[in-house]
């Protein structure tokens, strides 16, 4: 089935500094790709829908500057998350549609920022 | 904006049946999904079910879907602890939306 690699699995930084997480579809190409973010005990919310080769479309209340998104490829995208704050310590999620109907999800990154 | 509504506690006993609940409120959902996260991990898809069925199964697994009352439930069988973790409920029209996620525990 399709496979959706999500690097790194966790990562600790420093306020201040910016985090890249990759997302890498291995077996299937795609053209879009989701990034959630989740926090303890809470569900899934769609941050924004990663288009190779155009501008990310971001949910309303998602800072697009501090989370930066780019889909350079159809098997990779990153979401940067900029000058980090403690409260940008979460949870994100990728995702890409492997095959119709069928979203499959990344292992997730586990973001603190200290 | 459209909801997905989850209880968000089940506990069972091993070898029981499991059924978690989902309602959601998009009429125009064209597919409904079930994903299973464990702990500090990614959603694994356990099975998804087109909006025109009443009923998918697969193995232990049933779904079952009122399309009127836009409910959707999923039925775990023999239920064992490997299947501890959480629920997420799902539904699809032009993106996909959650539910909270039911927590379930498997008590031996």
């Known amino acids: 089935g399709a496979v959706v690699s999500q690097h790194p699995s966790w990562v600790i930084c420093k306020s201040g500094t910016s985090v890249k997480i990759e997302c890498r579809s291995l077996?299937?190409?795609?053209?879009?790709m989701f990034w959630y973010r989740q926090f303890p005990k809470q569900s899934l919310m769609l941050m924004a829908t990663?288009?190779?080769?155009?501008?990310?479309?971001?949910e309303q209340g998602v800072e697009k500057d501090k989370f930066l998104i780019n889909h350079a490829s159809l098997t990779l995208s990153t979401l940067t998350v900029t000058s980090a704050h403690p409260e940008d310590s979460s949870f994100y999620i990728c995702?890409?549609?492997?095959?119709?109907?069928?979203?499959?999800f990344g292992s997730g990154t586990r973001l603190t920022v200290v | 904006g459209e909801d997905v509504e989850q209880s968000l506690f089940l506990s069972v006993r091993e070898g029981d049946s499991s059924v978690i609940n989902c309602t959601y409120t998009?009429?125009?959902?064209?597919?409904l999904y079930w994903y299973k996260q464990e702990p500090g991990a990614g959603l694994q898809l356990l099975t998804y079910?087109?909006?025109?069925?009443d009923m998918k199964q697969d193995q232990r697994l049933t779904v079952l879907l009122n399309k009127k009352d836009k409910h959707l439930s999923l039925r775990i069988a023999d239920t064992q602890t490997g299947d501890s973790a959480i629920y997420f409920c799902?539904?699809?029209?032009?993106?996909?939306?959650f539910g909270a996620g039911t927590r379930l525990t498997v008590k031996p």
């Open positions: 079910i087109f909006s025109n069925m």
């Open positions: 799902a539904e699809r029209d032009n993106d996909m939306r």
């Open positions: 995702s890409a549609e492997g095959g119709f109907p069928v979203y499959t």
């Open positions: 077996d299937f190409q795609a053209t879009t």
């Open positions: 998009d009429s125009s959902s064209t597919y």
């Open positions: 990663s288009n190779e080769g155009s501008k990310a479309t971001y």
